[in-house]
């Protein structure tokens, strides 16, 4: 198995509410079949589907699936860009859990809830500059000369 992640699929309890939420932050969706919806990444996709239909599909019932402990990350240029993000988060109808702010580890960081559940974080880490694209590599890409 090659180490990467295609596509990350969110399963959610109200299809038209997480489509606009996602939306409103400014994503554009790509063509998809009826019942999903498809946000691509720089080099992954977001998909949004039924939770009842994920839970079906995965041959358990609903309630076994939850959001779990996880976070998703999204990665900034700048520490600015985290409270613009975080405010058009809360503005969508999130939930903020963690407003933003210094991270132990030298960074900033929020915290919202999506309106479907899932938990994301909104962070800059100065140890992990972005591509030119935009990507994310744990330790940072080389910058440019």
């Known amino acids: 198995m090659e180490q990467r992640i295609s596509l990350i699929t969110l399963g959610v309890p109200d299809m038209e509410v997480a489509t606009s939420f996602y939306e409103a932050l400014g994503w554009q969706r790509a063509q998809s079949p009826d019942g999903v919806v498809a946000f691509d990444l720089i080099s992954q996709t977001l998909g949004l589907y039924p939770i009842e239909k994920l839970a079906e599909d995965i041959g358990l019932p609903v309630e076994a699936l939850g959001t779990g ?3 998703l990350s999204h990665n900034t240029r700048s520490a600015q860009e985290v409270d613009v ?5 809360r503005t969508a ?19 919202f809830r999506a309106p479907d559940g899932h938990i994301w974080e909104i962070a800059h880490n100065p140890f992990s500059p972005l591509s ?4 994310f590599r744990w330790n940072g890409f080389p910058e440019a000369d």
């Open 69 to 71: 402990a996880m976070t």
């Open 85 to 89: 993000l975080m405010e058009a988060a």
């Open 93 to 111: 109808g999130a939930e903020v859990l963690r407003p933003a702010g210094e991270a132990f580890w030298g960074g900033y960081i929020g915290y």
């Open 132 to 135: 030119e694209d935009g990507a």
